[in-house]
């Protein structure tokens, strides 16, 4: 065969997929979604791989530790946002549907539903995404602007996006995008971001000016609260 998968379980590492490709030319690690893809040649040495990824060891525990799996969402599924607390939850109807109301979301699904399922996964992804979106345009825009007045700040825009990589950004035209993913965080936190895409509409890097005016907005505890981000993970 000339394309091979099987998985393989490792105490500390976990689940680890072992494959093989046609268009694979040398041994390779990578890490998606917190699990370990081991590829190899087609007609490579398993021992040889499973020697590897041992020498690599120390390297994939770091790495999965930025950068873990994410848990099912389903019934089990404890999630607090800015604004609302979820509840998955299933019932007699046939479809999905979510709603939002005193600060819970509620996301309905059918009787029998295989949370396991990949597509079920995306799709109930896709309705927490819609949920953080909305909250995110309801309630981030004049939180910035009002920030920006208070502290004497000129920012010509914002927009909410879906950055997987980035809290916020600020452009050269003193335009800031602002992830959806603030929604999941503290509102101190919210407001570090905020204010540190602020600061880049004069300081347009990470100079020591730049951490100066950050640290004069946030009573000297912009790289404590830096810090404290690094906690929290992007949707």
């Given at each position: 065969m000339l394309n091979m998968e099987?998985?393989?379980h490792d105490n500390d590492l976990g689940t680890i997929l072992l494959r093989t490709t046609p268009r694979a030319t040398r041994y390779t690690l990578k890490i998606s979604k917190g699990m370990i893809t081991a590829t190899m040649p087609?007609?490579?040495?398993e021992r040889r791989m499973l020697a590897f990824i041992?020498?690599?060891?120390?390297?994939?525990l770091a790495a999965l530790k930025k950068h873990p799996a994410r848990p099912l969402l389903d019934e089990t599924t404890t999630l607090q946002a800015t604004t609302f607390k979820l509840e998955i939850f299933c019932t007699d109807r046939t479809n999905y549907?979510?709603?939002l109301k005193d600060g819970i979301l509620r996301i309905a699904c059918p009787s029998g539903t295989r949370f396991e399922s990949e597509k079920v996964q995306q799709l109930l992804k896709d309705l927490l995404e819609k949920a953080l979106?909305?909250?995110a345009k309801r309630l981030l825009p004049d939180r910035l602007m009002a920030l920006a007045a208070k502290h004497n700040f000129t920012c010509t825009g914002v927009r909410i996006m879906n950055s997987k990589g980035r809290w916020g950004s600020c452009s050269t035209r003193r335009t800031i995008n602002l992830s959806l993913s603030l929604?999941?965080?503290p509102w101190h936190l919210i407001d570090y971001v905020l204010l540190h895409e602020l600061c880049h509409t004069i300081e347009m890097n990470h100079s020591d000016r730049f951490w100066k005016l950050?640290?004069?907005l946030t009573d000297n505890k912009a790289?404590?609260?830096?810090?404290?981000?690094?906690?929290?993970?992007?949707f």
């Open positions: 099987k998985k393989i087609v007609g490579g040495d041992e020498e690599n060891r120390q390297k994939l549907y979510m709603t979106r909305h909250e929604m999941l965080l950050l640290d004069s790289l404590a609260l830096r810090k404290e981000l690094k906690n929290y993970h992007m």
